[in-house]
Structure formats: C-alpha cells, structure tokens
T-cell receptor, first 112, second 110 residues
Framework: EAQVTQNPRYLITVTGKKLTVTCSQN?????MSWYRQDPGLGLRQIYY???????DKGDVPEGYKVSRKEKRNFPLILESPSPNQTSLYFC???????????FGQGTRLTVV | AQRVTQPEKLLSVFKGAPVELKCNYS??????LFWYVQYSRQRLQLLLR??SRESIKGFTADLNKGETSFHLKKPFAQEEDSAMYYC????????????FGQGTELSVKP
C-alpha cells in the first residue's frame, strides 16, 4: 500500500531535549516536506526536499533541522525544543509533477 | 504576497442542504489550486484539483480568476461529508510548495 509513515504519533517532551520525528514514504517520490498545523493558521511549511541531499527552508524553519540521506526518509529534528513548537506535524511526499501530495498520519508534539 | 484565505472556520448545514466552502487566493502567477480533506482521525487527502475539472464525492470547484476564488460546492450535503477542508495553492518556482488556507470545518447534521 502506498503511504507516508510518521513516528511517533504522539510525543510529550521537555524543553531542550533533542528529538527526531521520522517520516518514510514507499512511493519513490522525489519531493518531501514537513508542515506544522496550528489552530487558525492552517498548515505551514517548515522544510522541503526535492531530492536526496537537497533541502531548503519553508516558511517557518526556525528551530528545526532536516536531512535527506535516502530518498524514502525525511526526518525532522528539533535540537532544542521549546513550548512554542507544540503543534501537530505532518510529513508529505509527492512526485515532481506535484499532482497530489500524500500525507502522513500526523505527529502531535507537546513541549513542556 | 501569496496567500490562501478561507473565511469560515466552521460551516454547519443540515443533511440534504447545499454547501459552499469559500476559498480566495492571492498569487501573481498562474494558479494551481487544490482542495484537501481531513476526516476525523484520518490523514489529509486530496479531494480535487482545479486542473482535472472532476467531481469527486459530489463536490465540484471552479476556478474564477477574476474573483481569485476556488469555492468548493456540493448540492446536497451528506453526514459523511463532515470533515476539515483545506484549500491549497501550489507554488511551482518553490519546488511545488503548497500554501494552505486556515481550513473550514464542515459539520453536516442529520
């Protein structure tokens, strides 16, 4: 089954403790991205990648890092999480024609 | 500036009533617009895109460049249509980035 898989689904952590949210897709898509969803703001892009070793900032990249060492994986790294990064995070992938983006199930992160 | 606006946070209708979810965009280029839907406890999924001119689950959306709108319509709402709906604009010169509206929650009552 074609899908995008994120882990974990839920995470509660403390300020400053590094964490990684994984994202994997099995559709051989070139394009992957991370979004955060906040009430009243919709989804905002954090980072995106057009292929292996090619990443770029989205609209709200501060406090986040990503890597794209393999085509299928695009982890989101929070080196020193802060409470304002409490949010619902979505990973998405698509091919370069971008006719449709496929989304993961979401990761609900709480930073206390 | 590139922007997508969905003016209604919540839209509540009765089963069988017509429904229209509004979407306006701001973009200097030729727009590629989409509607994504998120049912309860499920991931976002594509509902329809303007370029395909399809009707999916009875929903249609017409791009009106003069009014910069891409409203989603259905003549007779069903309870299973209750979900969160997002309008999205694709930016090709930024790697196909999607800019989302704030979302509209549609509630269809029996």
């Amino acid at each position: 089954e074609a899908q995008v898989t994120q882990n974990p689904r839920y995470l509660i952590t403390v300020t400053g403790k590094k964490l990684t949210v994984t994202c994997s897709q099995n559709m051989n898509h070139e394009y992957m991205s991370w979004y955060r969803q906040d009430p009243g703001l919709g989804l905002r892009q954090i980072y995106y990648s057009m292929n292996v070793e090619v990443t770029d900032k989205g609209d709200v990249p501060e406090g986040y890092k990503v890597s794209r060492k393999e085509k299928r994986n695009f982890p989101l790294i929070l080196e020193s999480p802060s409470p304002n990064q409490t949010s619902l995070y979505f990973c998405a992938s698509s091919d370069l024609t971008n006719t449709e983006a496929f989304f993961g199930q979401g990761t609900r992160l709480t930073v206390v | 500036a590139q922007r997508v606006t969905q003016p209604e946070k919540l839209l509540s209708v009765f089963k069988g009533a017509p429904v229209e979810l509004k979407c306006n965009y701001s973009y200097s280029g030729s727009p590629e617009l989409f509607w994504y839907v998120q049912y309860s406890r499920q991931r976002l999924q594509l509902l329809l895109r303007h370029i395909s001119r399809e009707s999916i689950k009875g929903f249609t959306a017409d791009l009106n460049k003069g009014e910069t709108s891409f409203h989603l319509k259905k003549p007779f709402a069903q309870e299973e249509d209750s979900a969160m709906y997002y309008c999205a604009l694709q930016i090709y010169n930024q790697g196909g980035k999607l800019i989302f509206g704030q979302g509209t929650e549609l509630s269809v009552k029996p």
